[in-house]
Each structure stands twice: as structure tokens, then as C-alpha cells.
């Protein structure tokens, strides 16, 4: 919901594994470039900026560890 909400066009869900970290990165980039309304960030901001994706990444990082699946039996 709160990507659709933002305009975020991709989805992490992969069925043969966890994002990468790439993927994770791109994500995150992609969310504060959304919520801060800059492409990049002026120099004074640059640190902040980058922080934030390394903090969104992390957390998403986390978040797939602890996410429970379900496979199906064929």
C-alpha cells in the first residue's frame, strides 16, 4: 500500500529468494528520492541522503529475514 501511495513502481518479491542487495539499495534510493522530492541532494544534504538509504536498506534487509513463507507441495 505505502509503495502505491508514493508512485514506487517495483516490488522486491522474488520466488527463488530474498532481494539482493542491489535491489534493496535501488529501493531505497528510489524511497527517499520519492518522500524528499530530490533526484540527489545538494552537498550540505548528501550525507543525510546517503544515510537514509543505508538505514532503509538495512531495515528492508531485516524485514526479509524475518518474513515468514509458505511453500506449496506440487
Known sequence: ??????????????PEGPPTDEE???AALQFVRKVTGY???????????????ADISARTRELFEQLVTH???A
Do not use: I, K, M, Y
Open 1 to 14: 500500500v505505502v509503495h502505491r501511495a508514493l508512485g514506487l513502481q517495483d516490488e522486491l518479491r522474488h
Open 24 to 26: 534493496l539499495h535501488n
Open 39 to 53: 533526484r540527489a541532494p545538494s552537498r550540505a544534504n548528501q550525507a543525510a541522503f546517503d544515510q537514509a538509504v
Open 71 to 73: 511453500t506449496t507441495s
